[in-house]
């Protein structure tokens, strides 16, 4: 059957794929642009787009027949998650033997789900991991470049002391003082001004109102309000959604032909299509990339692809875990689920950690202070390809988990020891476990900066195919990564349409 072309395709349309659409179609490169998920623009019988996370529905997971969140339990029993019908619902978990990874599904992808936040790295970390990325040149062009599309800002520091909504992160601040621990504010995508309007009533609720993991109906700038929408804008850039990349390979003539399979809402393929393009562009996130390349060198599509292909993943050394409060340290019942505050506690050399003071929005004083560690897990992993399955299978053990966890218990045992606190260990599921070790919401690499790619993204063995995405980052970034992996999107943009679409 005849294939729909374009000059340009871009698989996904998360931070990486978003960068590439926009840039493509100011260049005037005419680009389509495949996502799986669907579009999140209309409103469900309720009248809202996104359902929240304390009444879940079919909107909340990708085809599951039970939401899976990341907290399963409280006081161990079985009340967070919810039966839902299946459906393309927006944040998806991708089971692996001892690793589970959340990602967003949508026109958007993570940005529709996460929580916001967008820290810059230390430029010490950034170079350490990006060794062959001219650092000045980041932090003086693209990481300012990614803040401002990106809508970030930072809550106003009087209006965070004042605030009930922020009494939680108030709360974590005084016990990591207490252990002599710095805390930092940590910049956000969510429009705090907004924020405000919710807490005084002028605005409809949506961060002070538990949405966040399932969509937030106000507030945020995700990315089908920034940079798609400016993409949209351009003219030249058109997205399909419910398509989901299969297979890629190369034409004689070195074009690129792309096979996807259309699903409908029940999740039933109604149609193959077959695409073809001159510039290819992945930025289906760390594993729909990784597994894109994957099955294209192990089948035999894409041979040439560079042995490192499929290695070099992390975790981002993700660790969740809870402390039990005193009765007198009150978290407050009311709690924004925007995140606003990390520990940092990375300079320390013999155990570089930095924590999210996570929210944990139960509409009751629960007393529990919930974080997200991100530690500095050396550990990495493989993909291989299972042929009979026809998918990426990660090597991640469960001791390679057991780092992550016991560099964040050595920054914790020091919180509760100068608090005389303990952690809880009712959060995780139904036996008794205090740290959430088997799901990260940080993926990264599978296709490394400089190893599976050039310096700037162009994959290794074929030309005018590129990465965009998390799948770069060498496995580790000290931080929540989108503001990087936009930056870097950014960059190699820059470099591509100046280098390699002139003609
Ligand atoms: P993604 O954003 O994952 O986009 C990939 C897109 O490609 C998706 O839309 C996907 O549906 C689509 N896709 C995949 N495979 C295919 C295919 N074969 N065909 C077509 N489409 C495909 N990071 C932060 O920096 N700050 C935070 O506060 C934060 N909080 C988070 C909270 C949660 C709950 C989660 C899940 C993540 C969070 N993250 C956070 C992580 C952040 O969202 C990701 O790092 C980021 O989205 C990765 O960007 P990406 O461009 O690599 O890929």
Request: proline letters at 4%; aromatic letters at 10%; one cysteine or more.
């Amino acid at each position: 059957d005849s294939a729909e072309s374009a000059p340009a395709i871009v698989v996904g349309s998360g931070y990486g794929g978003a960068v590439a659409a926009l840039r493509l179609g100011q260049a005037g490169i005419r680009t389509l642009v495949l996502e799986m998920g669907r579009l999140w623009n209309t409103s469900g019988p309720d009248g809202k787009v996104f359902c929240s996370t304390s009444a879940p529905d079919q909107r909340a997971m990708w085809f599951r027949t039970r939401t899976e969140a990341p907290l399963a339990t409280f006081l161990w029993l079985d009340v967070v998650n919810r039966d839902i019908g299946r459906y393309p619902g927006v944040l998806d978990r991708v089971h692996f033997d001892h690793m589970s990874v959340y990602v967003g599904r949508g026109v958007g992808g993570g940005s529709l789900v996460n929580g916001g936040m967008a820290p810059t790295p230390l430029p010490s970390y950034f170079s350490e991991q990006f060794p062959t990325v001219d650092a000045g040149e980041m932090y003086a062009t693209y990481f300012p470049r990614a803040r401002s599309m990106l809508g970030v800002n930072t809550v106003d520091p009087a209006w965070f002391e004042s605030t009930e909504w922020y009494r939680f992160a108030r709360t974590s601040r005084k016990a990591a003082a207490n252990a002599g621990l710095k805390t930092a504010f940590v910049p956000n995508v969510y429009d705090f001004d907004y924020m405000r309007r919710e807490a005084a009533g002028t605005a409809t609720r949506s961060a002070l109102a538990g949405e966040v993991i399932y969509g937030n109906n106000h507030g945020k700038r995700s990315l089908d309000k920034t940079y798609l929408a400016a993409a949209l804008g351009t003219g030249n850039v058109t997205i399909n959604t419910l398509e989901k990349v299969r297979e890629i390979r190369r034409a004689a003539d070195g074009t690129y032909l792309l096979t996807a399979d259309r699903i409908d809402v029940s999740g039933t393929v109604v149609e193959t299509k077959q695409y073809g393009c001159t510039y290819l562009f992945l930025g289906a996130g760390s594993l729909g990339t990784t597994e894109l390349l994957l099955r294209a060198r192990e089948t035999g599509a894409l041979p040439a692809l560079d042995a490192s292909v499929g290695t070099g993943w992390g975790t981002n050394g993700n660790v969740m875990l809870g402390r039990a409060n005193h009765l007198w340290d009150t978290v407050g019942a009311n709690e924004s689920t925007i995140p606003v505050m990390g520990i940092d506690d990375w300079a320390n050399t013999d155990n570089p950690v930095f924590a999210e003071i996570a929210p944990l929005p139960m509409g009751l004083e629960h007393w529990v202070s919930l974080y997200l560690a991100i530690t500095k897990n050396p550990e990495r992993a493989s993909f291989s390809y299972d042929a009979a399955a026809d998918s990426a299978k990660l090597g991640w053990t469960a001791a390679q988990s057991a780092v992550s966890v016991s560099m964040a218990k050595k920054l914790f045992d020091r919180i509760n020891a100068a608090n005389a606190t303990i952690y809880r260990y009712d959060l995780f599921g139904t036996t008794a476990k205090a740290f959430a070790d088997d799901f990260t919401y940080h993926p990264l690499g599978g296709c490394v900066l400089g190893r599976a790619t050039d310096d700037y993204g162009r994959v290794k063995g074929y030309s005018k195919l590129y990465v965009t995405d998390g799948s770069l980052v060498p496995g580790s970034l000290g931080v929540n990564p989108f503001l990087t992996i936009t930056a870097l999107a950014e960059r190699t943009m820059t470099r591509v349409l100046a280098e390699d679409t002139a003609s």
